[in-house]
């Protein structure tokens, strides 16, 4: 239908003239036809009232907008039909090899350039080069860590675009997967095959899954929770972490399994960790909010370790421990449902101390001079007296304060966009990490700038951050990783938990009570000194400590090397919840399972990585090339992009982690230097590898030693969003022809 027919067969008291037509306004009370309508020379219709009534009222009051003036905008013609969409497919460099056109009639023919042809294109891929859709942004993505969605068609990738994601296909759809394109994502962190619930797309998955096997880190496969594809999934409200796992199952060869463990989702934390006043905090609030249990628990403990201030602590040799806590709720941008777990925790600590809750909290992190005037000192100078005061006193300066500083040590710093801190680091000459580190570790604080020399001592900084996997894998430098600012933190993944459209609502007197007991153990934190374990929890903690203090290779190895400290940071909180000056087994228990939690998470998030890109690429290369590679050929591998000397460090760094050697080998010219790895890195590349979310040996050696839980009470808090098995086969099925 045409615009002019749309606004015509709306209007009343329709008559034709000269010039196009005339009708009843709808804008106003019109006895006397006193609207014009006619065709613009450009294809608009034109609307006037003599009356003096705006276009837009008069389109408004016949249920359209102004968009429906403008003519019809048809498609390029196509040998199936005028064009309703096309899609660019370029290479590496963003050239354009050819175009799938998508008809008004869901068919898909092809096109690439051809400066010979009368149109300039010629309608087939005969001799085009056939690559991934959006390539520049997969191989971006590949190279920066990120996820990457495959789908079955260009709608998909545009709807998980939007969603945040990076996203691509195949041209042909279902069934036209080739080898060469498992080429171009070779070396992916994590791989994501969202399969359409029909036959031909689930079939699909299999072919896309068998040709990425053991080329990229991590290849999951998975389906719509809702709808027939990823863009009715995203249409239905859902997010990219909320697909469901797909019949094909996961790489290992497990049958079945759930959701969480197909999609690498860390198992729901264990029950343990839901002890006393935390543990009720959670079941208070959960059941009336979509945040994560694991967000509502985590940041409660963070906000009570700050808000009980410098008294409490614990010792490890020389070392003293205040209870402070950084922390990572990881997820999707605003899925996770992060921000809302935090006004829970917000509501409960300000009916428990509002002076904290009125000066304490703090975001907007950018440098490290800028935190220490957060919690600074007072500042003495000295000021030159009078000359009458001087032969008075006998003294020529006096000293007199220039700045009272900060009383209050506490700070409680919410930081909603931690990628954004995480790209401040990487600046020169920034300090935040030195300073961060140092809060964490005993609060006195220094900047030895000589523009702002600030200092602070015996301050409280406990941290919440919140990102996205893929922000945190791309932002988080190794030079952080490696110089403990990461293992400073607990990673905590979180998604929304549940659906409640019309929210929910926590009775106000059981949060009163809640808060009631809170603010007795805050009253009696404040009273304790150093906390100690008891014997039975002192038997626990030799048992799992082996196991804690051990090191772990590569990424993930980096960002969990303050296990020790953690766990006992924890048991702490635990145990003052309890009001209790000693750590029992109980505390300590509760402390190792959100650990565990913590751990699974974090291998989730870094899986394998070695925190070194360029390294990790070439070990997956290696790994796959039995007959080894030659530097030439490695250096292939970044087509150009990564430095002589960045590989060279990458070899090195492989070389002193034992997975790699050279050998000098003879050709027809100069000797060469080939590269393999070690036979062990290629068994563990073979070998199915554990699923991320099963328990540490730690977690499994208290677990051995603690009494059998009682009858009825749960195993987990399982947080996952409640799932539909929606099939619906039925649908669009893109073909091209």
């Known amino acids: 239908m045409s615009a002019v027919d749309k606004i015509l067969q709306r209007l009343e008291g329709v008559k034709t003239t000269p010039s196009g037509w005339t009708a009843r306004c709808p804008a106003h009370d019109d006895r006397k036809p006193s609207l014009s309508i006619k065709k613009g020379d450009d294809g608009r219709v ?83 080069r056939r690559v991934l859709y959006r390539l520049p942004r997969v191989l971006d993505a590949v190279r920066e860590g990120e996820a990457v969605f495959i789908v079955e068609g260009e709608r998909d990738v545009h709807a998980i675009e939007q969603a945040g994601g990076v996203a691509t296909c195949n041209p042909g759809g279902a069934g036209q997967w080739r080898d060469e394109y498992s080429e171009m994502l070779r070396g992916a962190a994590r791989v994501v095959v969202v399969a359409d619930k029909d036959k031909a797309g689930r079939d699909h998955v299999q072919g896309i899954r068998a040709s990425l096997n053991g080329k990229v880190d991590e290849l999951l496969c998975v389906e719509a929770r809702t709808g027939k594809d990823a863009a009715d999934h995203l249409a239905a409200g859902h997010g990219l972490d909320e697909f469901v796992a797909g019949p094909v199952g996961p790489l290992t060869g497990e049958a079945g399994g759930d959701e969480s463990r197909n999609l690498g989702w860390p198992d729901p934390v264990d029950e343990a960790a839901l002890h006393g006043l935390a543990g009720d905090f959670v079941r208070l609030i959960e059941p009336q909010s979509e945040a994560d249990p694991v967000a509502l628990l985590a940041q409660f403990l963070v906000a009570f370790g700050n808000v ?80 009458k005061e001087r032969e008075k006193r006998g003294n020529e300066y006096e000293t007199v304060i220039e700045d009272p500083g900060v009383k209050d040590k506490r700070l409680f710093v919410i930081e909603a966009e931690f990628a954004r801190i995480l790209r401040v680091l990487g600046r020169e000459g920034n300090t935040l990490s030195a300073v961060m580190r140092s809060a964490w570790d005993h609060g006195n604080l220094r900047s030895m700038s000589k523009k702002d020399p600030g200092k602070a001592t015996g301050a409280h900084i406990s941290v919440i951050t919140h990102v996205t996997k893929s922000e945190l894998v791309r932002y988080l430098d190794k030079t952080e990783a490696g110089n403990g600012f990461g293992n400073r933190f607990l990673w905590f993944c979180t998604r929304r938990s549940k659906c409640l459209p019309d929210g929910g609502e926590v009775p106000e007197e059981d949060l009163l009570g809640l808060g009631l007991a809170v603010s007795e153990a805050v009253e009696f934190a404040r009273t304790v000194g150093e906390i100690v374990r008891d014997d039975e929890a002192r038997s626990l903690w030799h048992q799992v400590y082996p ?36 750590i029992g087994h109980v505390h300590l228990k509760a402390a190792l399972a959100l650990w565990e939690y913590s ?41 150009g ?97």
């Open 46 to 128: 034109l609307v006037h009232c003599h009356a003096g009534c705006t276009p837009d009222s008069v389109v408004a009051r016949l249920g359209l907008t102004l968009a429906d003036l403008q003519p019809e905008q048809r498609g390029e013609w196509t040998p199936y039909g005028r064009a309703a969409a096309t899609y660019d497919y370029v290479d590496e460099r963003g050239v354009l090899l050819f175009q799938v056109c998508r008809t008004e009639t869901k068919q898909f023919p092809c096109r690439r350039p051809d400066p010979g042809a009368k149109s300039g294109w010629k309608w087939s891929l005969t001799g085009a």
């Open 308 to 387: 009980v201030g410098r008294g409490p602590h614990f010792r490890a040799e020389a070392d003293r421990h205040m209870l402070v806590l950084f922390a990572t709720l990881v997820g999707a941008s605003s899925k996770g449902r992060k921000g809302s777990s935090w006004s829970h925790v917000f509501r409960l600590f300000a009916q428990v101390d509002e002076e904290w809750a009125n000066k304490a909290l703090a975001d907007g992190l950018v440098s490290g001079e800028g935190l220490i005037w957060a919690v600074r000192d007072e500042a003495e100078k000295l000021k030159r007296l009078p000359k």
């Open 547 to 582: 196991t804690l203090s051990e090191g772990k290779p590569g990424l993930l190895g980096a960002m969990l090397g303050r296990a020790e400290a953690q766990v006992m940071r924890l048991a702490c909180l635990y145990a003052l919840l309890d009001r209790s000056k000693v």
């Open 599 to 639: 751990e699974r998470s974090a291998r989730y998030i870094f899986g394998s990585a070695l925190g070194d890109k360029a390294a990790d690429r070439i070990l997956g290369a290696l790994k796959d090339s039995p007959d080894g590679l030659t530097r030439t050929e490695l250096r292939q591998l970044f087509s």
């Open 641 to 737: 992009h990564v430095s002589k000397p960045e590989i060279d460090a990458a070899l090195t760094l492989l070389l002193e982690l034992g997975i790699v050697h050279s050998e000098t080998v003879r050709t027809d010219g100069r000797p060469a230097e080939k590269w393999f790895a070690l036979e062990a890195a290629r068994k563990a590349q073979e070998a199915p590898e554990a699923p991320p979310s099963r328990p540490s040996d730690a977690f499994r050696a208290f677990r051995a030693s603690a009494p059998e839980p009682e009858p009825g009470d749960s195993d987990a808090l399982d947080a996952r969003a409640p799932g539909s098995d929606d099939d619906d086969p039925d649908g669009e099925v893109e073909v091209l022809l």
